[in-house]
C-alpha cells in the first residue's frame, strides 16, 4: 500500500492509495463507507468488485465509483497480481483507518485472515464508525458492541491508531 496523495496533500478532499494485490488475494469483507465515495482504477491485472450484490470485474484501464452507503469489496480472483488506485472522496479520517490496519499487519498483529483480535478490532471500528463499517452483524449490534468492548481494548493498551513503517520509514509503533 503506497499513499499517493494524503488528506493533507487535498485539503481533506480525497486520498489517494495504490494498492498492488498478490495472486487470489481476498481483499477486505464487504463493507460500507457512510460518507465517501470510492473509486478504484487498475493499473495492471483484473480487479473483482463486488458493489450492492453486483460482480465486476475490472480490466486495466477501467474504472468504477461506488457511491456512499453502498456495500462493496474487492479482491484479486486471478492468476496474476493487480495494480489499482483507491481514491475516497472526502478523505475524513480513511487514511488513519488504513494506515493502522497495514501497521498492525505488518507487525504481525492480525490473524490468517488479516484481522486484528476482537478488542483492537473493537477499538478501530468504533473510532473510525464515520469511514468504515462492516455490512454485517447489524449496524445497532456493531455499535453497541464496539460501545462494550472498546473501553475495556483501550484498559488493556489498545489504541485505534498505529503507524504503518512503509510510511513513516520507522519501526511500527506496536506494543508487545
Do not use: C
Amino acid at each position: 500500500m503506497t499513499f499517493l496523495e494524503r488528506s493533507a496533500d487535498t485539503g481533506g478532499e480525497h486520498v489517494l492509495i495504490e494498492i498492488v494485490e498478490a495472486p487470489h488475494a481476498q481483499g477486505p469483507p464487504l463493507h460500507i463507507h457512510p460518507q465517501q465515495a470510492e473509486t478504484f482504477e487498475v493499473a495492471e491485472g483484473r480487479l473483482n468488485l463486488e458493489v450492492d450484490g453486483e460482480e465486476l470485474i475490472l480490466e486495466e484501464g477501467e474504472s468504477a465509483t461506488v457511491p456512499s452507503g453502498k456495500p462493496h469489496r474487492y479482491w484479486n480472483g486471478s492468476d496474476e497480481q493487480v495494480r489499482s488506485t483507491m481514491e475516497l472522496r472526502p478523505a475524513g479520517n480513511f487514511e488513519m483507518f488504513l494506515e493502522t490496519a497495514a501497521g498492525l499487519a505488518q507487525a504481525g498483529k492480525v490473524n490468517a485472515a488479516g484481522v486484528p483480535n476482537p478488542l483492537q478490532t473493537a477499538v478501530m471500528l468504533q473510532e473510525y464508525w464515520d469511514v468504515f463499517r462492516l455490512v454485517g452483524p447489524p449496524q445497532w449490534l456493531q455499535k453497541s458492541l464496539f460501545a462494550i468492548l472498546s473501553p475495556f481494548g483501550r484498559m488493556l493498551g489498545y489504541r485505534p491508531y498505529y503507524r504503518y513503517a512503509a510510511i513513516t520509514g520507522s519501526e511500527p509503533e506496536i506494543d508487545e
